[in-house]
């Protein structure tokens, strides 16, 4: 199966000591309740945000903490007042600028004095393809309420739980750093042994749920999960770039438990970074609440979910600007594909007359091939033609 939901997961900022000041922040309102429709872009919750009476588009990333582009700085003529040594989810460093920005308004919600990070959206290979200005991250939501409404398009944004209507009981949460990331604990069940482990609510990745090498080395001395294979190869792709070359793992579990809710027979792979995640295909299945203020999570779902899907033949990924082999899943395809060969063409679609965001705006078409036949290219330049079926 080619699924590229298992192929590029575009993680943001996560991890980092920041300064106090991205806490520091506050909402000007009180008893207070807004409704935001909001667009979906690839799989991007893309919400308006006004700054200096001007309407731009920022992603809801609560993976992250708040982030503007350089041409907005450029716009607003303000100059970056000081930097912090950012780690992306890949676990590689940068200094970025950081800027105070006195006001932020999102509907009729005004924060002031935000500090946010600076970075060149327009010029970053994989974002610029969104054309969103910004990202509004968990930082924004101190001491708010957020709702995040899949079916209906929305998000709510208020100070009082009681204003929101709820179908089931609050798990805690922990607001980890001054980003007040949102960590929730899950639970692993294959009949013979439970598990539990805390991880991160990622509304800015893609896919369903990653898990930490760090996490997979203590729950694989216990045989909680199935192994379904190993390959060596990169496949994500952080704000600072791809991941260095590292085995990885494809995995299947038979249950996990996110609040009231059990998702039977999925199937994930490891990431390089510490944290494991939840991402933007969990609201797929259900509303979320992020309790910022009481430090509490809601998900409202069926009692139980089943995935059908098979385990992915390859993951593809972007090497030297290319459409690529990432990982090798698929043990009887190891001698003839490897990391970094080169995707000249998958069915109809020519992956050499395309740049990357135009394989993104392809994505769906992809996602749904289960039969095709496609060309690779190898690093000593010979092309194979394979007919994968699954």
């Not at 900022?13 to 920041?18: D, E």
């Not at 990653?210 to 994500?236: C, P, V």
């Not at 809710?261 to 944290?275: G, K, P, R």
């Amino acid at each position: 199966m080619f699924r590229l939901q298992y192929i590029w997961i575009f993680f943001f900022i996560i991890t980092n000591l920041f300064s106090q000041d991205f806490d520091n922040g506050r909402i000007v309102q009180n008893d207070y309740y807004e409704e935001i429709t909001f667009e979906l872009v690839q799989d991007k919750i893309i919400i308006p945000v006004t700054i200096n009476g001007k309407s731009y588009k920022f992603l809801l990333d609560t993976g992250a903490p708040n982030l503007v582009s350089k041409r907005i700085l450029n716009e607003l003529n303000i100059t970056a007042s000081n930097s912090a040594k950012i780690q992306d989810a890949n676990n590689q460093s940068s200094t970025m600028e950081t800027v105070l920005i006195p006001s932020i308004t999102l509907g009729s919600i005004e924060r002031k004095d935000n500090f946010v990070l600076i970075t060149d959206l327009e010029n970053h290979f994989i974002l610029k393809c969104y054309k969103f200005d910004g990202f509004i991250g968990s930082n924004f939501f101190k001491n708010s309420i957020l709702k995040i409404d899949m079916e209906n398009k929305k998000i709510i944004i208020t100070d009082n739980i009681k204003k929101l209507e709820k179908s089931t009981k609050p798990k805690k949460m922990k607001l980890v750093g001054s980003q007040n990331a949102p960590y929730i604990k899950i639970s692993f069940d294959n009949d013979k042994k439970k598990a539990t482990e805390e991880l991160l609510i990622d509304t800015g990745m893609d896919g369903f749920y990653e898990m930490s090498n760090r996490a997979y080395g203590i729950f694989s001395k216990e045989n909680i999960f199935e192994e379904l294979s190993r390959s060596s190869g990169s496949g994500t792709i952080g704000l600072f770039g791809s991941t260095p070359m590292k085995e990885q793992v494809l995995l299947k579990t038979k249950g996990i438990k996110i609040n009231g809710t059990t998702f039977e027979n999925l199937i994930f792979n490891t990431t390089d970074d510490n944290n494991s995640r939840l991402g933007f295909d969990l609201l797929k299945y259900g509303s979320i609440i992020l309790d910022f203020k009481n430090e509490n999570f809601y998900f409202e779902s069926d009692k139980k979910i089943t995935f059908n899907e098979r385990p992915p033949v390859f993951t593809p990924t972007i090497v030297n600007n290319k459409f690529a082999i990432g990982f090798v899943w698929d043990k009887n395809l190891l001698e003839q594909l490897h990391y970094g060969d080169e995707i000249i063409r998958i069915a109809n679609y020519r992956f050499s007359e395309m740049d990357f965001c135009d394989i993104l705006h392809i994505k769906k078409e992809l996602d749904n091939l289960t039969s095709y036949e496609m060309e690779v290219k190898s690093k000593d330049n010979q092309i194979i033609t394979l007919k994968i079926e699954n």
